[in-house]
């Protein structure tokens, strides 16, 4: 691992962790109806970011490295943000915190850039140190206006990016003006971007934007409260895919089918007993920090998706690797059209259970169709893996800590691990921690 790629590891966890003081802020200082409303808006620029931040920073990046033009580029992506910002603005003129919240769409454009750059220079750490000063200062004002409601909420997110943009584009003042130069609209250079781009962030990112599209389609139908309710425990259990996340970048820069198996039983692995981990205390651990959210069974429920992407994100990694989206692309999409059918027939009704379920039936048709190479067998074995542990995580309580002693041996049983594997994953864990 190389000390920028250690860096970033580093400043990426101190990131995680003020997003979790933050969630406790929100959860503690802001009203479970505030938030939901919220959220509902923040997903919905999310969704707008898709095409606004096209590319970036995953296409952005080669594009940047290879010397090609970045004005036309950039120039379109800012356009797209401004213009989407524009339409929310005016529609919600009337309330002031969505108007300041609507800020935010040229902000990512922009921030999305200055990752672009700075990736495109190895410079991961200092990207991820820059995700850490804008985490503590929308920690700082969310917690400071709080009794502002709604628009000290919005400020703070908008003030965080405002810095972390400033600080960014300060630092790369110098590679600027190669980026926005020729910056106009130029038919040539973007027919040969956005093609790719689009794949590239469908690969990457549709799975991911689902997510806030549940959010989205829940507030559509039901209540604000139900909506933070999904939030805070989607992003709690979000704790779960920071392995696979650091795993699938090992697998993108490594094409052997080696690794990508490795990788995979070692996501799984830690992923699940993790998951036990978190629903085990998921009682105690509400009772402190989110006294005002019973989501004790949400997180449970919401666990199953997630250890499904611990498997199959090393799979669409491996494809990026070896140049072949098109291996993965066609079965995201059936992923995300089941999700997305299956949010607006069950939300109307069953509300916050029914998003659930959809996510759950999209995440394991998204692990049968992309996780194949691995065999059906084994991925079947994977399903009734996480179904019995979170089944008995859920009623045993604080007494599943001790589930892991028992499913480990079953995953041997199983054949999903092996000794020689279990001597494997701490080597390559040994590895990981370690830089030139």
């Given at each position: 691992m190389s000390r920028q790629s250690a860096y970033a590891a580093v400043w990426m966890l101190l990131s995680k962790g003020l997003t979790y003081l933050l969630l406790l802020v929100i959860a503690n200082k802001y009203s479970v109806a505030d938030y939901g409303k919220f959220s509902f808006i923040f997903s919905l620029l999310v969704l707008l970011s898709f095409f606004s931040a096209l590319g970036m920073p995953y296409y952005l990046v080669p594009w940047i490295q290879s010397k090609k033009k970045t004005g036309p580029v950039v120039f379109i992506l800012v356009a797209l943000s401004i213009l989407f910002s524009a339409l929310i603005i005016t529609s919600a003129w009337k309330t002031d915190w969505i108007v300041v919240l609507a800020l935010l769409l040229p902000l990512w454009t922009l921030n999305g850039l200055g990752s672009s750059l700075l990736w495109a220079q190895s410079k991961y750490g200092i990207d991820r140190f820059f995700c850490v000063v804008d985490g503590a200062v929308t920690l700082a004002i969310a917690f400071a206006a709080s009794a502002q409601g709604l628009m000290g909420l919005a400020s703070a997110y908008v003030l965080?990016?405002?810095?972390?943009?400033?600080?960014?584009?300060?630092?790369?003042?110098?590679?600027?003006?190669?980026?926005?130069?020729?910056?106009?609209?130029?038919?040539?250079?973007?027919?040969?971007?956005?093609?790719?781009?689009?794949?590239?962030?469908?690969?990457?990112?549709?799975?991911?934007?689902?997510?806030?599209?549940?959010?989205?389609?829940?507030?559509?139908?039901?209540?604000?409260?139900?909506?933070?309710?999904?939030?805070?425990?989607?992003?709690?259990?979000?704790?779960?895919?920071?392995?696979?996340?650091?795993?699938?970048?090992?697998?993108?820069?490594?094409?052997?089918?080696?690794?990508?198996?490795?990788?995979?039983?070692?996501?799984?692995?830690?992923?699940?007993?993790?998951?036990?981990?978190?629903?085990?205390?998921?009682?105690?651990?509400?009772?402190?920090?989110?006294?005002?959210?019973?989501?004790?069974?949400?997180i449970g429920l919401l666990s199953t998706g997630m250890l499904f992407f611990s498997v199959y994100i090393m799979h669409i990694s491996h494809a990026m690797s070896i140049m072949k989206p098109h291996m993965v692309l066609p079965k995201i999409i059936t992923a995300c059209t089941i999700n997305i059918v299956l949010d607006f027939i069950l939300a109307p009704t069953f509300g916050i259970y029914g998003v659930i379920v959809s996510t759950f039936i999209a995440q394991l048709v998204a692990l049968l169709l992309i996780g194949h190479a691995q065999g059906y067998d084994k991925l079947i074995s994977v399903v009734f893996i996480v179904v019995i542990s979170v089944g008995l995580a859920l009623f045993l309580k604080l007494y599943a800590l001790l589930l892991p002693f028992f499913i480990i041996p079953l995953m041997v049983v199983m054949k999903l691990i092996s000794p020689e594997d279990l001597r494997r994953i701490v080597r390559v864990a040994a590895q990981s921690i370690k830089y030139k």
């Open positions: 965080g990016y405002i810095v972390q943009v400033a600080v960014s584009f300060l630092y790369l003042r110098k590679h600027l003006q190669d980026a926005f130069r020729d910056f106009r609209f130029h038919v040539p250079t973007l027919s040969r971007y956005l093609t790719p781009a689009l794949v590239t962030s469908l690969v990457y990112l549709s799975l991911g934007v689902l997510n806030w599209l549940d959010t989205f389609v829940l507030g559509l139908f039901r209540a604000s409260e139900e909506v933070a309710y999904y939030t805070v425990a989607s992003q709690i259990c979000s704790l779960l895919v920071l392995i696979p996340t650091a795993l699938s970048f090992v697998v993108l820069t490594r094409k052997d089918e080696k690794t990508l198996f490795t990788a995979s039983k070692l996501s799984f692995l830690i992923s699940l007993n993790l998951a036990i981990i978190l629903i085990a205390v998921r009682e105690p651990l509400l009772a402190v920090f989110f006294p005002k959210y019973p989501i004790g069974l949400f």
